[in-house]
Structure formats: structure tokens, C-alpha cells
């Protein structure tokens, strides 16, 4: 649509109502619950990795129980509330390390140093595991999650840029999941 986008990036938790913005987007689990929420990605997927110095020294976790006894690079929200580490059956670990960041950026350099194990999402890391300058472990109990979505506040109050670019989104997702239907 023909609308002005302005963009400003921060991993903080940002009221947008109160920063005056109309849309914020989050990974769904972070989404506020007085917010509405529609989807404009795929599923993610989160992966424990570390490098294979790492792993050769301190030894692989089996479960994610055992990421206690780790040395995890912890990402912290701006707002001090660490990233608890999910796993399948509903399991929730809380992971303790020296290194703790407000920035995936510096999360991820830090575990390609060889700082400890890291909880990344798959995209953001595909290339090292494809260069073998990290590694996958607790892939059994990786679970994909929902991905990318864009959030704002009651519909009354919409604006009709903002209106009219989640009618492209949701025109556009339509297409996609039509485009990739089965034959």
C-alpha cells in the first residue's frame, strides 16, 4: 500500500501506546495480552548451541536439565526479565550464566567465541551449523513456536495506515499459504 513506514528497532519490552507508535512486532510469546496480534511469519524454531570446542571441553547436555550444570550465555529483556529456555512437554528451564546480554546480536558473537551454550533461533544460526562452527544439541526436545507477529491496540483506535497495511499482510499470507497448498 502506498504508506510511510517508520521503523525504529529495540529489543526492550516498549509500551507502543505509550511511545506513540501503531503497530509493534514481537515473537508471539512476548506479545502483550491486551494486544491483538495477527501473524506475518512462519513458525520459528529455537536451538541450544554451542560450539564444538565448547561441547569437546564441558561435554554435550542429554536433557535440558543438564544445561543447570552449563555455562549458558542468558539473554536479559531492557526490562531485566531474563529469556526462560522452552522445551517439548512443557518444560521450562531457567539457565544461569556469566554472560548475560540485551542484545541476540552480542548473545550469538558471545557463543561463537566459545563463552557457553546459547538458546538461538534457527535462522539466525543456520549458516554456522552449516560451516561446523556451531552445533545443535537437545534437538529432541526443540519445539517450534509461533513466529513473527505484528501487534497494536483496540481496533477503534486504528489508524488507516495502519489498517491498510495489515489488509497487504493478511492479502499477502493468503497468497502464500494458497501458493503452498498441497496439490
Not at 522445551?87 to 566459545?114: C, Q, Y
Request: aromatic fraction near 10%.
Amino acid at each position: 500500500p502506498d504508506i510511510k513506514v517508520e521503523l525504529t528497532t529495540d529489543d526492550s519490552l516498549v509500551d507502543i501506546v505509550q511511545q506513540g507508535f501503531d503497530a509493534g512486532v514481537r515473537l508471539s510469546g512476548i506479545v502483550e495480552k491486551d494486544m491483538i496480534s495477527v501473524a506475518i511469519g512462519p513458525p520459528v524454531k529455537l536451538c541450544v548451541a554451542a560450539t564444538p570446542e565448547y561441547f569437546a571441553r564441558y561435554g554435550k547436555p542429554r536433557h535440558p536439565h543438564d544445561l543447570l550444570n552449563h555455562q549458558c550465555v542468558v539473554f536479559r529483556y531492557p526490562s531485566g526479565k531474563p529469556f526462560h529456555w522452552q522445551f517439548a512437554k512443557e518444560l521450562e528451564i531457567a539457565v544461569a550464566g556469566n554472560i548475560i546480554l540485551d542484545d541476540v546480536d552480542a548473545e550469538l558473537e558471545a557463543v561463537l567465541m566459545g563463552a557457553g551454550i546459547g538458546y538461538l533461533l534457527y535462522e539466525q544460526i543456520k549458516e554456522y551449523l552449516d560451516t561446523g562452527r556451531l552445533e545443535c544439541v537437545l534437538e529432541d526436545w526443540s519445539t517450534e513456536r509461533s513466529g513473527f507477529q505484528i501487534y497494536y491496540p483496540n481496533r477503534q483506535y486504528m489508524s488507516c495506515g495502519l489498517r491498510a497495511f495489515l489488509d497487504y499482510v493478511k492479502t499477502g499470507q493468503i497468497c502464500q499459504s494458497q501458493r503452498h497448498r498441497p496439490q
